[in-house]
């Protein structure tokens, strides 16, 4: 069977009997496809030329100094965790010093912080944005604290201002979790180049995606150095002092001097092939996503059975988002059971899923590892946790009929809730 007849079976479109609107629809385009396609034919599938192509063009247009391809997001978070703890590192961090976290994150922006030897102090969300409360944090400030993994939640942030004075006056690092925000602009400059490091992720449902992959950034071409080693064995290939450590070590191959700790966090020339392609798209993406989201809300909240039964979570002062889901929460008032709701909409065909973990400090892992303090209580990341969720927004423009079969199944299972 010839390349264009597999692609067009593959775009070949489901016709469906019901209603589904899912998280996320198809998110490649056929160029997408024949770029990792070509990688494969050329039998250069392992991180090379491509790889390096993708980090230089994403680096040109986010506007950061350093930046390096890598598997996952998750993997970019634990990179540069034992960035900061490594030996190398003139200032490095030292087991038992505190990192504070927002309690609204995801399972491996957290664990990177544990598995480092370091300590993770939760701190509460504001309701409005999702983002880190800078009250509690400076709340939370002792001598031990030294860094702060911030999370930008859903294309939101926190009061970024604010946040760099917090960081001046008490010499913090922060480490910016941008895997849910790539695009997404506070005061015109991009989320993800405020920090000392910021991470992002191209898992399937994101902004853009290369399948599985992601990046990690750095201001400090040390910090780089360091984590270039880390992603590959902790050889010392490819680092800027690799000639003088191969004449150092006179004793061994150039070719596999083991110069750090090291993982194998690389991604594949074909993901970077793909993620690259997407990327040329994030900002048509971003405006066909902004634009599904107004089309949804006002459907919603301009229909005679609105009744304020659901907040929709709106952008911080500042923020130009680049979205890629639609949150929300029921209202108290309404005293509704969230996860009926859930059972509800995803039977009426939409689907769903909570905003990041919810409140992490409800999960069993967190728990286990003894991870909150006695009688810590997180108000407001517990709201999200018991009311709030989010759907998706594709990224293609969505059609009056889609939207109204939407607004239909949203109301059918607010109302048969109601009745009850």
């Known amino acids: 069977m010839k390349l264009n007849s597999i692609l067009n079976l593959s775009f070949k479109k489901k016709i469906r009997s019901k209603f589904f609107y899912p998280l996320l629809n198809d998110p490649f ?17 392992t991180m090379s030329d491509k790889t390096m192509n993708f980090e230089k063009i994403f680096k040109k247009k986010i506007k950061v100094k350093n930046s390096l391809m890598v598997n996952s997001g998750s ?37 990177p ?48 201002d604010r946040l760099i004075k917090l960081k001046k006056k008490y010499n913090l690092i922060i480490i910016e ?51 270039k080693s880390l992603r590959s064995h ?16 006179k004793n061994l191959d150039p070719k596999f001097i083991f110069y750090n700790s090291g993982f194998n966090l690389r991604p594949t020339d074909i993901s970077a092939a793909i993620g690259c392609n997407q990327f040329k798209r994030l900002d048509k993406f971003s405006t066909i996503r ?6 949804i809300i006002n459907s919603i909240i301009k229909d005679y059975r609105w009744n304020n039964q659901i907040t929709f979570i709106e952008s911080r002062k500042h923020i130009l988002p680049s979205w890629f889901g639609l949150p929300f929460y029921l209202n108290a008032k309404s005293k509704l059971d969230k996860f009926k709701f859930i059972k509800k909409l995803e039977k009426n065909g939409i689907e769903t899923r909570p905003i990041i973990s919810g409140d992490f400090a409800n999960q069993p892992s967190a728990k286990k590892y003894k991870l909150i ?45 109601k009745k009850k």
Request: proline share 1%; net charge positive; glycine share 6%.
């Open 177 to 227: 979790d941008t895997c849910e925000s790539l695009g997404s602009k506070y005061k015109r400059k991009y989320l993800g180049t405020f920090g000392d490091f910021s991470t992002f992720s191209f898992y399937y449902s994101h902004q853009i995606t290369s399948g599985e992959g992601g990046m990690v950034c750095c201001k400090e071409r040390s910090d780089y150095e360091i984590m």
């Open 373 to 417: 303090r006695k009688n810590e209580k997180f108000k407001n990341a517990n709201f999200i946790n018991n009311y709030g969720l989010f759907v998706g927004l594709h990224a293609d423009k969505i059609s009056n009929k889609m939207v109204k079969l939407f607004k239909n199944s949203i109301y059918k299972a607010l109302n048969s809730l």
């Open 290 to 295: 902004s634009y599904n989201r107004t089309k």
């Open 234 to 249: 902790g050889w010392s290939r490819g680092l800027i002092k690799e000639k003088k450590i191969s004449e150092t070590y």
């Open 113 to 160: 912080i544990v598995q480092s030897g370091l300590k993770p102090i939760f701190v509460d969300i504001n309701i409005s944005d999702l983002n880190i409360n800078l009250n509690d944090l400076e709340k939370k400030i002792t001598k031990k604290t030294k860094a702060i993994m911030l999370v930008h939640v859903l294309s939101n942030s926190t009061d970024m």
């Open 75 to 111: 993997s970019a978070n634990l990179l540069t965790m034992q960035c900061l703890i490594n030996p190398y590192r003139k200032k490095r961090l030292k087991k038992g010093d505190e990192v504070l976290i927002p309690t609204l994150c995801w399972s491996t922006s957290l664990w």
């Open 29 to 45: 385009s056929k160029k997408d496809l024949v770029e990792g396609i070509k990688v494969i034919l050329s039998k250069q599938i």
